[in-house]
């Protein structure tokens, strides 16, 4: 498995093939010594921030609190938990376990709101 | 029999759909400045148009995955994410400009001041694709589109000479203005090779469920529906030459563009092309705001689709309510709509070669075309695409500074 090709930047469904996100970063176990080890995928536009610079992901990171996620962003899925990789990477646990249904979640509370919303 | 109603139905939504504020403005320009002699412009990046748009809903039916989605997988974030921000903010400017497009015909219908249309517009356009599904949306917008085949009955019935115009297709070196030319050359490829419509046009095919033996409607929808909707454009380029090109001046205004229809529709001219400039820019705006959150979604992984319930796809929503609004505002500031216009076109073309480069990579992959991936053919043009992109996204600023 190539884990960049294969594994970052696609798509992140739960056990119940419900859309989590996308793979923003996996996490590596790096020990003297030791061949690095893939500890987990991580989920998160702070994740994907830091990718691209640590100042910005940081940033993000701040947006992430302002909008009150910060605390469980980024979402971190052992490794252990990936079930297959395909064309989207599957993970034996689900969506509102992992944390990555909060912001849904909430911003559903407002659609259901509006006049209209189906 | 209802798959030929739907490619029919597909064609001529293609058709309706295909002008807005950039072709407008840029074949108008072109035809007021130049005659005919921009014709070829028209037709070649509607060929470009169409064979980019073909292939991104290649990669949707097959890959099952928008333009936005296999870019992000194919290519990675650190690439993606240029394309990704420059196309949100062509988004931002191009719908700021098709509000705006839309609250000056309406100001052409009224004559209340077309600011206070903007926030109205707005509200419209939400309330559509809030209540409406993805056939109600792409359909009615595109069968109220027609009208603008006025574009087409208005150069018919100018007669203009038919040697005159054939020669139009041949790409020739003006006599005058050079720079300027080649300004107008660059924006109206840049006005018809908008990124928002490849997204658009390969996120459609997944809320329309395309699968392998759809490809044929892939194929016919995006030739002949963009082949036809480009003679709307040229109707507009001829219009303008033969009108308003004696007159001897730029059009910097869409109320100078009316003027266009006069000779032919009499009292009834700027009525008739508010309605055209108006539907026009409407159905650009919806399109525009859908794919805003088309493809914040579909790089985040988030769960999209107009015709899922509002309540599944919340972030989708929220995404493309925020694009909106923040397009609102630009237009309330009070920039010229044509000004922005001309702007996002500019940018477009900047970012062309970021657009057109990973569909040589795209429709060479099994993983997203299958068996049906590009041939020689399709290759050869591509990589002469992103080079011609390359070219243009150099000499775009230089222009727009001195022939714009």
Redesign the interface.
Known sequence: MDVVHDVLDKHITDRNGREMGRVDGILLDVRPNEAPRLAAVVIGASALGFRVNPIVGRWVHGVEYGVGIGEERPIRIDFSHVAEVGEKVKVDVTVAESGAETLERRLREWILKIPGSR | MKKIFNLLLGVVTSIGGFVEAGSISTAAQGGTEFGFALLWAIAVATIILAMLAEMAGRIATVG?RSMA?AV??RF???YQ?IPLGAELMIDLLLLAAEIGGVAVAVKLLTGVGFQWWILPVGLVVWLVI??GNFSVIEDGVGLLGMVTVAFVVAAWRLHPGPKAVAAGFVPSVPGHDLTRYAFLTVSIVGATVSPYLLNFYSSGAIEEKWTEPDLWINRTTSYLGMGFGSIVSMGVLVTAAVVLGPLQLRVDSYEQAALMFVPVFGRWAVTLFACSLGVGCFGAAVEITLNAGYVLAQ?????WGVDK???DA??F??AFTTVLLVSVVIALLGFDPLQMTLISVALTVVVMPLIVLPFLVLMNDE?FVKQHKSGSIGNGLLAALTILGALMALVVIPLEIFGG
């Not at chain 2, 790089?299 to 769960?303: E, L, V």
Request: proline share 4%.
């Open positions: 099952k989605a992000r997988e990675g974030f650190h994410m809030w209540l790089s985040f992984g988030w769960t319930p509002r309540r919340a972030r929503c929220a993983q």
